[in-house]
């Protein structure tokens, strides 16, 4: 449905529903006021006269007041709304109660000021519902459109910064494997080049039609370690070894894509040595509904100015926000590192 389709049926709906209040409230003060047909003082045609003219002053104090001062002054110049207000519940009682002497007397008529009183007195408390009941209505109208656009405003923020966070991690992560290719053709020749390129080539598939799925099979995320690792080992040959430990039958869990592929990017590019063999440890367990998820690498001090690059590096840090968006309160990423030893741990849990 179309945004202008979507205000349309909106507009109708509150027309309606409006319609069908004031009618409802006609019919039962009718129910009421024809009950005072038999009264000793004061005429039975008076209440289904009254009727006819209460009700629409009754509906000019509300939507007055809904559409006209709730608006325009309650927050900016409060003061001057209680006074507005005041004037219009005074002036309106005011109207209605003139109106109720000449119907009961006539124009030219002598009607006792005690009764006038009594009479306006009685208006402005009716007045005076009716204006609480507006702003009520106007406040709670505000306070549900309020929190339904603050949803909508949390639901795109969040899509924008996870698309912002995704489109960060995938031109690193091909730069980073061109390299490798690179190098791998290089050293080794055109099979080797082969066999990356088909890698390479399930890579950027995955990446491109399934990662942007908000929930994808974690046995095709395994898939995708299981390729990059390939690609990674042939571009480091003996430099590097690696101990993947990965519990299989994963088809039925679904996880948001691209997330445990960092830790993992993570490793490769801070753990390893060309000075000196290097093991990467990947272990990942499946329980229930919970998910362990761990990657532990050397730390060469040699290799970092700074030995905190390695948490806090663009990769980590974008695992940490969509975390946070994805699984609140249903995470936990730990990051220990010990002498020469680098760990992340992650665990997940879901419904």
């Not at 924008?160 to 091909?174: G, M, N, R, V, W």
Request: charged residues 20%.
């Amino acid at each position: 449905m179309s945004i202008v389709r979507q205000v349309k049926s909106k507009k109708y709906l509150q027309i309606t529903g409006h319609a069908f209040f004031w009618i409802l409230l006609t019919l039962i003060c009718s129910f009421l006021k024809l009950s005072f047909d038999d009264h000793p003082n004061i005429p039975g045609t008076f209440f289904r006269e009254n009727l006819y003219y209460g009700m629409p002053i009754n509906m000019l104090v509300y939507y007055g007041i809904f559409y006209c001062l709730i608006p325009g002054y309650l927050q900016q110049r409060p003061v001057l709304f209680i006074v507005l207000a005041a004037t219009l519940l005074g002036f309106s009682a005011g109207i209605e109660t003139l109106i109720d002497i000449i119907v009961l007397t006539g124009a030219d008529a002598g009607f006792p000021a005690s009764s006038a009183y009594f009479l306006l007195g009685i208006n402005l408390l009716i007045h005076s519902v009716y204006g609480a009941a507006s702003c009520l209505g106007r406040l709670t109208t505000d306070w549900y459109a309020n929190i339904r656009q603050q949803r909508r405003i949390r639901a795109q923020k969040i899509e924008t910064e996870l698309a912002l966070l995704k489109s960060q991690i995938h031109p690193h992560f091909l730069f980073n494997t061109l390299n490798s290719l690179y190098s791998s053709a290089y050293m080794h020749g055109d099979t080797a080049t082969a066999e990356g390129i088909a890698k390479l080539s399930k890579l950027l598939r995955y990446m491109l039609y399934e990662s942007v799925e908000e929930r994808v099979s974690l046995a095709d995320e395994v898939t995708y370690l299981r390729n990059y690792i390939d690609l990674q080992k042939m571009r480091f040959s003996d430099d590097v070894k690696v101990g993947l430990s990965i519990q299989e039958a994963l088809e039925n869990v679904l996880i948001a894509p691209m997330l445990l592929i960092i830790p993992v990017e993570n490793a490769f590019k801070h753990g390893i040595s060309k000075q000196r063999a290097s093991t990467i440890s990947i272990d990942l367990k499946c329980s229930g509904k919970n998910l362990l998820f761990s990657v532990e690498n050397p730390f060469h001090r040699t290799l970092h100015e700074n030995p905190d690059d390695a948490e806090t590096g663009l990769g980590l840090q974008n695992l940490r926000r969509r975390l946070a968006l994805l699984y609140p309160d249903k995470h936990q990423l730990t990051i220990h590192r010990h002498e020469e030893i680098f760990k992340v741990v992650l665990e997940l849990a879901w419904d």
